[in-house]
């Protein structure tokens, strides 16, 4: 069976949609991911058999189930739904320990009962995304310049969906874009960068509400989480390449 994996900005999407931000059911979100990650079958008018072969989870089945409902998750709902995202590999353990000790003054308690919330489980995988590169002290003063009372959404600088579907959008250009001509560019890795840094500031007049004083700072935590994002492909990527060699060596 097919997993059935979520680009960040698909996740984002759905996020939002939990968040009751758009006018897009889960169901509508997790039909337009398939359907763009499927094109080539849809095509080829193999749709039927392509669905049939791709594993739906649980936690997927769950939202499309739910209707103008508050959302609530476990930390175990977190992880599997973290784990829908591509290049990422969230535990239990790990997110446990976050929640009680690593971010804790940035999760605050479930609010939900004994659930987290929407935004609280975004920014959890934004501390998955920004651990790629930073530890959890750097990770911490970064993200309370943006995050405040975590009881109290309002007062953040943005909204921690929001941020995550910012630099979720970032990534997702970056993987779409044709690649540019290194006659006037130092290197590649210099593109990458600057292409990241440019898409960043082209986000920024969505967050409105953001005074100019405050710009910067949300500016530089939007090109941190794109290059940590970038870092977490790449490792994803040499993990592959070294898995093939071992299973192509019997090892």
Same mark, same amino acid.
């Given at each position: 069976m097919e997993a059935f994996k979520l680009s960040r900005k698909n996740m984002a999407d759905l996020l939002l949609s939990l *968040?009751? %931000?758009? &006018?897009? *059911?889960?169901?509508?979100?997790?039909?337009? %991911? $398939?359907? *763009? !990650?499927? &094109?080539?079958?849809i095509k080829n008018g193999t749709t039927l058999n392509a669905f049939l072969s791709t594993e739906m989870p649980a936690i997927f089945e769950k939202f499309i189930k739910t209707e103008n409902e508050e959302i609530?998750? !476990?930390?175990? =709902? /977190?992880v599997s739904l973290g784990n829908q995202i591509e290049f990422t590999n969230l535990s239990p353990s790990a997110v446990?320990? $976050?929640?009680?000790?690593?971010v804790? =003054?940035? /999760?605050? *308690?479930p609010q939900i009962g004994r659930k987290y919330t929407v935004d609280q489980a975004a920014i959890l995988f934004i501390v998955e995304d920004l651990k790629a590169a930073l530890d959890f002290e750097s990770i911490r003063k970064v993200l309370t310049m943006i995050f405040n009372n975590p009881e109290d959404r309002t007062d953040d600088l943005v909204n921690p969906v929001d941020l995550y579907s910012a630099y979720a959008s970032v990534f997702d250009k970056i993987h779409h874009h044709t690649a540019p001509s290194l006659h006037n560019a130092s290197s590649?890795?210099?593109?990458? %960068? %600057? /292409? /990241?840094k440019e898409e960043c500031q082209t986000s920024l007049p969505v967050f409105n509400g953001v005074g100019k004083e405050n710009l910067d700072i949300v500016l530089n935590v939007l090109i941190s989480s794109s290059l940590t994002v970038q870092a977490a492909y790449y490792q994803s990527l040499a993990s592959r390449y070294a898995s093939a060699a071992l299973f192509l060596k019997g090892m």
């Open positions: *968040s009751n %931000a758009t &006018e897009q *059911s889960p169901l509508m979100v997790l039909q337009d %991911a $398939w359907t *763009s !990650s499927h &094109e080539d079958k609530g998750f !476990s930390i175990n =709902e /977190i446990q320990n $976050w929640v009680k000790r690593d804790k =003054e940035l /999760i605050g *308690s590649m890795n210099g593109c990458v %960068a %600057a /292409i /990241i």
